[in-house]
């Protein structure tokens, strides 16, 4: 099998070589983080003055819209949560070295043998997200906050994918302020939950072929292709010996 017989500088520098000829793949990292965590606060609730538990909506705005979707009145209830991205800067004390290489190799039952796939080094990256509280009366702000701090002891794993679990802080809390909302009589009360998440923005994934070649992957073609499979580790802590090279 030619592949056995590739080095580790001779593999870096096919798949740079791959990389840089690769078609554009579509970057989907912020959105699976943005909905990922929409789903994890999306079971808060609040107890109402005539005793009724209501789960509180949450979106993806800044806080200018969701003040306009709070204005429109219509189809939005107080409270509220909005979800906003604040930026994202380099983790230089998680950073790895360009040399490095990201490897995964999984079994395959059916064909009896393993498949190896291989990224350049990701880039770490810490994410930081703003949960805004917003509600007309302190106690329910403050049932949310509550909440909202409970996810976090001290960290909130956040499970973009089964094998791809980031791990997020809280950074500040600010305190409860009024804002104003233009025409309407009543105020409205906002606190602020800011956490960072550190991430690593993932690589081009490559797959070594049954014929030593090296193919470029689209990263969701890849975890497709993957999902169900199990890991070769797993397969050989069973006690399952490698089926012997013809």
């Known amino acids: 099998m030619a592949g056995a017989y590739w080095t580790i500088d001779a593999i870096r520098d096919e798949m740079q070589a791959l990389r840089d000829t690769a078609t554009f793949q579509k970057p989907d990292f912020y959105r699976a983080f943005t909905r990922r965590i929409k789903e994890l606060f999306g079971d808060l609730q609040v107890l109402k003055g005539d005793e009724t538990l209501r789960t509180v909506d949450i979106i993806y ?12 009145g219509k189809s939005t209830q107080l409270p509220l949560l909005s979800l906003q991205l604040d930026g994202i800067e380099l983790a230089n004390d998680r950073r790895k070295p360009m040399e490095a290489l990201v490897e995964k190799k ?5 064909k009896q043998r393993a498949v190896r796939y291989m990224a350049l080094a990701p880039v770490a990256a810490n994410l930081s997200f703003a949960v805004n509280i917003w509600g007309k009366y302190v106690e329910e702000v403050n049932q949310l906050t509550e909440q909202v701090l409970l996810k976090f002891r001290p960290n909130l794993p956040i499970d973009i994918r089964p094998d791809e ?7 500040d809390v600010s305190d409860s302020f009024q804002v104003d ?3 309407k009589k009543d105020r409205v009360l906002k606190r602020i939950v800011r956490f960072n998440v550190e991430s690593y ?6 797959k ?5 070649e090296i193919v470029t992957m689209n990263y969701e ?6 999902n169900g499979l199990e890991t070769l580790e797993s397969f050989l802590g069973k006690g399952a010996p490698l089926p012997k090279s013809s």
């Open 61 to 72: 705005a800044n806080p200018e819209r969701a003040i306009a979707k709070i204005m429109e």
């Open 106 to 110: 999984y079994w395959l039952s059916d």
């Open 165 to 171: 679990v980031y791990q997020s802080f809280i950074k």
């Open 181 to 183: 909302i233009g025409d």
């Open 201 to 206: 923005i993932p690589s081009k994934v490559f």
């Open 208 to 212: 070594f072929t049954n014929t030593g």
């Open 221 to 226: 073609v890849y975890l497709e292709e993957t």
